[in-house]
């Protein structure tokens, strides 16, 4: 406990909720598969960051978790990592369409960086990722969506309503959602349509909320959207 107290000090890192998973200092502790690792390793990572030494535990815990730290800090592999494991244990992996793991981020430029850093992951185990956002076309990304379909969909949250309602997709096998830079998603008026995209997936959800501040509106729709969950803050930050 005294040690636990101390790994946490030394990454400046503050943590709440109750049966946390124990943060993991080294790749090797997460339990992942050996090809996963190697693709970690051969893209130059040689430590997980602080968030992700607390986050990744927790989330392959099956917990849902608030997460703030700053930019820079390693949030998309955080979530991105425990998202293909929860991928693979599906058993609806097999059957069915649409995506089981979903992200929301707040601009085009975000989504297509969260989709970057996903499909060099994704590779390892053959899960397909698409993106879909605003100021491009809705034809090319729905055809993107239909054939076969995908297991990861990145997206901003009006185009994701939008092609959901052109039943390019659909949230019914959703397990695993992410809401990234939830405090720029409120900035830019997307609380409507998160809360309408939260609503509209299974309940028994696993959620992740990622933010670099948290003023008080993001920490309330935090608090409604996941079910008990781990709060992580990395640095002074949201305090
Ligand atoms: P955030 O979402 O917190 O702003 P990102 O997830 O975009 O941060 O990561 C910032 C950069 O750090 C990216 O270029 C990413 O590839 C890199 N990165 C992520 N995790 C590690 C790691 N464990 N070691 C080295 N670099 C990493
Ligand atoms: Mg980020």
């Known amino acids: 406990e005294e040690k636990l107290r101390q790994i946490r000090k030394d990454l400046d890192m503050h943590v709440s909720g109750v049966d946390v998973a124990k943060p993991c200092i080294a790749f090797a502790h997460f339990g992942f598969d050996e090809a996963l690792v190697d693709n970690i390793v ?7 960051t602080a968030i992700q030494k607390q ?44 995506p089981i793991g979903l992200i929301l981020a707040p601009t085009r ?26 100021g491009a076309s809705k034809m090319d990304q729905f055809k993107e969506l239909r054939p076969g379909g995908i297991e990861i969909l990145v997206g901003t949250p009006g185009r994701l ?9 659909n949230f019914r096998r959703v397990s695993f959602l992410v809401l990234d830079e939830a405090d720029r998603m ?17 309940p028994d959800r696993q959620t992740l909320l990622f933010s670099a501040t948290f003023p008080k509106k993001v920490e309330r729709l935090a608090r409604e959207v996941t079910t008990a969950p781990v709060r992580i803050s990395i640095g002074n930050v949201g305090q």
């Not at 309408?196 to 299974?202: E, G, T, Y």
């Open 186 to 202: 409120f900035d830019l008026g997307f609380e409507p349509q998160v809360r309408s995209i939260c609503d509209n997936i299974r």
């Open 42 to 48: 051969k893209h130059g990572y040689s430590e997980p």
């Open 55 to 98: 986050a990744v535990p927790v989330a392959l815990s099956g917990r849902d978790i608030i997460g703030i730290a700053k930019t820079g800090s390693g949030k998309t592999a955080a979530f991105i990592w425990p998202m293909l494991i929860h991928i693979m244990d599906q058993p609806e992996l097999q059957t069915g369409e649409g």
């Open 109 to 134: 430029e975000l989504a297509g960086q969260i989709y970057t850093e996903a499909k060099k992951f994704a590779k390892c185990y053959g899960l397909r990722v698409a993106a879909v956002y605003g």
């Open 161 to 169: 309503i939008d092609m959901v309602k052109m039943k390019a997709t």
